[in-house]
């Protein structure tokens, strides 16, 4: 039976109302549906009558037309499927269906020989093995790359309608580096797709520069009545000409970019270039050298560093360095690793030692990143503590470092230790090889609070800037982990931290200070840069003047227990 195409606009409208489930489905809610989609496709304005839904949700129901649709009404009221993964778009082909399918295909391989539908040959082979496989049943010949979980698609349609209409389209849409979404009013000009996953190339305004839109971050489509703007047609069909993927840098010049692949892989990258612009330059033993003439951008990195090593980049020189870095990167992300067989302990340890040291706490880009924070933090804030920098309460100074400070492997480190302890203490030092800096052997005794409150066991009281320093029960530091984070490499030249194992046990009056330190062996903690220490406040530890000219960055963390009596009731009165 012949269908006229606004009955087929009907029967869609009405297919996606009683799929949505987040609505209740009137009768006259699916009238006003079909009108105003006949509206917004056809320009009919005079609507749909009761009659003609009611005999529209009548055929979707029969087999004329090869629904047979599980149209239901709940409640003597609402419309909806009864099988939530019903849709009239997933029914099989018909046999009429099948043959007007064949004879297209039949029609567009004739063109397959012809210069303007070189682009069909792929096309056309999917859609022949989509024939085949409806009317043999048989398994598909051809397997098409897909992604079922891909957001965004329902898009395609109303975005390429609004376009070949010149019509302009309301999107709400939000960025992945956006925390909430945005309504605006959008002029489109191209659909782009790129590694299965869709764009739109348009602007917000005609005076603004062109903006590139994911599909997927879009969460709701509508008209809008805005006049759509003149596009330069010759802007939109070579705005993607000189890059990897879609990523445009407007107005950036592309450059010769010099890639090295090895021989195995010269085969793959011959047959399939990475961009049109691709030359060979060079063939030899090794392998071949290619240049592009392109943007370097995301796209082309992602596109390298896909082969591993197995490429190289020769030229340019930044690109060069950023693919190095990146390679940097990603190693260092396995040298973090924590191993849980290794940690699991950590507790008893230092319980026992005192003292644990562990490298690859941090990666290079986290430790990086830490000091290129510090430093600016520095440039604003000049030497005001004498020949050693420091910055006291530093997560309330400078509250961005926390995100990297108290990364993943730290919280998990510190939880193998005790799950209760809380971070009471932030201090950094930066101790310049210049300032000769040093300190005798002693016991850390002192704790910082964030207000004075007299209590039994709690002396010395001092003030310290925002805060107080505090001497507290012996049991408060038993349950005390002092965490030393290192910027930079350290060692006995330039005033890495001695200590005595096991002297932790108690609270030392100074003459038991000399005496055990007078006969004991003492430990150089050097730690690499990204490594911490872990100590217990009362081990006796010293460090020596330094004799290279490296300076020491070092980010001092205390956290305390709520493991105790009345631990958290102690917590709020006392703790920063």
């Known amino acids: 039976m012949p269908v006229n195409r606004n009955a087929l606009i009907r029967y869609k409208t009405l297919d996606n109302c009683l799929r ?21 496709y056809e320009g009919i304005d005079k ?29 003597k009221k ?8 019903y849709s009239i778009t997933n029914i099989p082909l018909t046999d009429q269906d099948l043959g007007k399918l064949s004879e297209v295909v039949d029609i567009l391989k004739q063109f397959k020989g012809f210069t303007h539908f070189q682009e069909l040959s792929g096309m056309v082979q999917k859609l022949e093995d989509k024939v085949h496989v409806s009317k043999t049943k048989e398994r598909p010949v051809i397997d098409l790359e897909k992604n079922e979980n891909l957001k965004g698609l329902e898009f395609i349609d109303p975005i390429y309608q609004a376009i070949i209409s010149k019509k302009c389209i309301e999107i709400t849409y939000q960025s992945f580096k956006a925390r909430t979404s945005n309504t605006f009013v959008f002029h489109p000009a191209l659909l782009k797709e790129f590694r299965n996953r869709w764009f739109v190339l348009g602007k917000k305004k005609p005076s603004e520069p062109y903006l590139l839109l994911a599909l997927d971050r879009i969460e709701a489509l509508g008209e809008s009545s805005r006049i759509i703007t003149e596009f330069d047609e010759n802007e939109i069909i070579h705005f993607f000409k000189d890059v990897v993927g879609v990523s445009v840098n407007v107005g950036e010049v592309p450059q010769v970019v010099k890639l090295f692949i090895n021989h195995s892989n010269a085969p793959y990258v011959l047959t399939k270039p990475i961009h049109h612009s691709q030359q060979l330059v060079e063939k030899n033993d090794q392998g071949i050298i290619i240049s592009l003439y392109v943007q370097p951008n995301f796209e082309l990195e992602r596109e390298i560093l896909g082969f591993g090593d197995s490429i190289k980049v020769i030229s340019p020189s930044r690109l060069r360095s950023r693919i190095k870095e990146r390679l940097t990167h990603a190693i260092d992300l ?13 507790d008893k340890r230092l319980e026992a030692k005192g003292s644990i040291i562990t490298n690859y706490v941090y990666t290079k880009k986290e430790i990086g990143k830490m000091g290129s924070i510090l430093h600016h933090y520095r440039s604003e804030h000049p030497n005001d503590n004498g020949p050693v920098y420091a910055i006291r309460n530093l997560l309330n100074e400078i509250p961005d470092l926390k995100v990297f400070l108290l990364n993943r492997n730290l919280k998990t480190i510190l939880s193998h230790i005790d799950e209760n302890l809380f971070l009471t203490k932030a201090i950094f030092f930066d101790k310049p090889a210049q300032s000769n800096w040093y300190v005798t052997w002693h016991q850390d005794t002192t704790i910082n609070v964030k207000e004075r409150v007299e209590a039994d066991g709690f002396k010395g009281w001092t003030k310290k800037g925002a805060f107080y320093g505090v001497r507290p029960p012996e049991s408060i530091l038993f349950n ?26 108690k609270k030392l ?18 730690v690499n840069s990204g490594g911490i220490q872990l100590m217990k406040p009362l081990i006796l530890h010293a460090s020596s003047k330094t004799t290279n000219n490296k300076n020491r960055r070092v980010i001092h963390l205390e956290f305390n227990s709520l493991d105790l009596p009345n631990g958290l009731e102690w917590a709020e009165k006392f703790l920063i």
């Not at 396995?334 to 950590?346: G, K, M």
């Not at 009056?509 to 004991?520: A, C, F, M, V």
């Open 20 to 40: 949505n489930k987040y609505r209740q489905w009137t009768l006259e809610d699916l009238i006003e549906a079909c009108s105003e989609a006949l509206y917004e």
């Open 47 to 75: 609507g749909v009558s009761k009659r003609t839904v009611q005999m529209d949700l009548q055929m979707m129901r029969s087999e004329k037309l090869g629904y047979n649709a599980p149209i239901i009404v709940v409640d």
């Open 78 to 85: 609402y419309y909806t499927y009864e099988d939530p993964e």
């Open 334 to 346: 396995y040298q973090t690793e924590l191993n849980e067989s290794r940690i699991r302990n950590f």
């Open 480 to 505: 005390t982990v002092t965490v030393k984070v290192h910027l930079d490499d350290t060692s006995d030249e330039n005033g890495a931290l001695q200590i005595l194992p096991g002297s932790h046990k």
């Open 509 to 526: 009056n100074d003459d038991e200070i000399k005496l055990i330190t007078g006969s004991s062996i003492h430990t150089v903690c050097e």
